[in-house]
């Protein structure tokens, strides 16, 4: 998988990972319209670390152009296409739900239609914990149904699982959807969790802690993302040939594609989240408890056994040395 099209390239992940792929000797297409969902200069500054490698290029195109992604795949022959462009996030998709479609559904076809037709081996896509919905049987796996979303954000990401499988089946277009749970690090996004709360606590603002505390996340640290993604583009999907449609497995499929989680299988209170962020900080934070956030779910947990099987990793860095990377990173970048 020499040439790929990572596309979000100007975002915390694919930032992170297109780094590493560039390091790897990888040529790289970052499609990425550095929209304004949260402050359009961490993109720039993202952005300015790439372009100086000649192996990079960067295509400011909206992924919900039919048009214009058409015409890049007629520029470029891509071995595997990374799409990690999406309008994240749970709670804005109350707000905002078009932005979901546009992106998130809309954009998402353009790629599997640019795929097909230009004999691309490999579209891995990120997926979210988030599609786990209401299921509270944990860990979760990928072998349980997810047909129970509470939040449209969650809905479409699951869409994308659905459109890949038909793809898959159609034109035996190799896919894999990945389902992060909770990435935090370096070049973090300014609308999550660790993030929000650095930058309240260090300006002495109380930070807003949802579901008076009551919330666990499988915090999974971005090299441990972007390392089990590197693996999963190299690794086609088989189909599973035990594979039955009279007691159907939700996790694999007869033709080429999966789903795998990639989180940190473990489950870490937010209060210790808290309070491993004070202690990174130096600084106690002035907590506000509230309820739980519509949308939202109170805890996360993945199963990583099938990720583990078949990529032989698992994702394991604790977050006493992830959030301090984090705040080291937030420090220097702000000149705190
Ligand atoms: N960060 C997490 O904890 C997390 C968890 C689960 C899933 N995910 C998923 O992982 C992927 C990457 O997330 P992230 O945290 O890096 O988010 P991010 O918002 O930092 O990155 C997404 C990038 O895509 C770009 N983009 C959005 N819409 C676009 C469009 N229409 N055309 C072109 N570019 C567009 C944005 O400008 C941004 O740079 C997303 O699909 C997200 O839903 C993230």
């Avoid at 919330?215 to 039955?244: C, K, Q």
């Amino acid at each position: 998988m020499k040439t790929l099209l990572v596309t979000g390239a100007a975002g915390f992940i694919g930032h992170n990972l297109t780094l590493q792929l560039l390091r790897q000797g990888r040529q790289v297409v970052g499609l990425d319209n550095l929209n304004d969902y949260y402050d359009p200069q961490l993109k720039r500054d993202r952005l300015a670390q790439l372009l100086p490698s000649a192996s990079f290029t960067h295509a400011d195109i909206d992924l919900a152009d039919r048009d214009q992604v058409a015409a890049l795949f007629g520029e470029y022959r891509f071995d595997a296409v990374v799409n990690l462009a999406a309008q994240a996030g749970v709670r804005y998709s109350l707000i905002n739900p078009h932005s979901y479609v546009d992106t998130n559904l809309v954009g998402f076809v353009n790629l599997l239609e640019g795929c097909r037709h230009s004999g691309v081996r490999h579209l891995v896509y990120a997926s979210s914990s988030s599609v786990y919905g209401a299921n509270t049987r944990m860990p979760f796996s990928v072998h349980d149904n997810v047909d129970h979303p509470v939040s449209l954000y969650a809905a479409s990401k699951k869409a994308n699982e659905l459109m890949a499988h038909t793809y898959s089946h159609l034109f035996g277009l190799a896919t894999t959807g990945l389902r992060f749970f909770t990435v935090y690090g370096p070049w973090g996004r300014p609308d999550m969790a660790l993030f929000l709360f650095t930058k309240a606590i260090l300006e002495g603002r109380p930070i807003n802690v949802f579901n008076n505390g009551n919330m666990e996340r499988d915090f999974t640290y971005i090299d441990d993302i972007v390392e089990g993604v590197v693996r999963v583009i190299d690794h086609l999907p088989r189909p599973d040939g035990s594979w039955n449609g009279d007691a159907p497995d939700p996790g694999t499929s007869y033709c080429p594609w999966r789903v795998f989680n990639i989180g940190n299988n473990h489950k870490e209170k937010l209060m210790r989240y808290i309070e491993v962020l004070e202690e990174c900080l130096g600084q106690k934070a002035e907590k506000n408890f509230l309820p739980m956030q519509d949308g939202d779910v109170p805890a996360t947990y993945a199963n990583v056994d099938d990720l583990v099987r078949e990529i032989d990793f698992k994702p394991a860095t604790s977050i006493e040395e992830g959030v301090q990377r984090f705040v080291d990173w937030y420090r220097d970048y702000y000149r705190i």
